[in-house]
């Protein structure tokens, strides 16, 4: 008989998208979706948009008074979104 190499499906899915070079902007979205997670409903709100340039979270704020709270916690932004997708995806927010 034949011994065969069974794998998870998941880890056949992450070869894959690994190979076609589609992981890494699979992990951006999930940073980008999950910022409302993190900040909370209300303060997602005054977000106008999100993305993702050279490892760097960008994120409007339409009110200045929470885009300065946030600016100052963008390093607590930064280790927590890469906390919720499990890898280190992002090595900054910068909010304008």
Do not use: C
Request: glycine letters at 6%; a positive charge.
């Amino acid at each position: 008989m034949f011994k065969r190499d069974v794998k998870s499906l998941g880890d056949v899915l992450q070869h894959y998208l690994r190979k076609e070079g589609l992981e890494t902007p699979l992990l951006q979205m999930r940073v980008v979706d999950a910022w409302p997670k993190i900040v909370g409903e209300s303060v997602s709100g005054y977000t106008a948009e999100r993305f993702i340039k050279n490892q760097v979270l960008f994120v409007k704020v339409t009110n200045p008074a929470l885009r300065q709270n946030l600016s100052m916690m963008h390093t607590r932004l930064t280790k927590r979104l890469n906390e919720v997708v499990g890898t280190s995806v992002i090595t900054d927010v910068r909010v304008y």
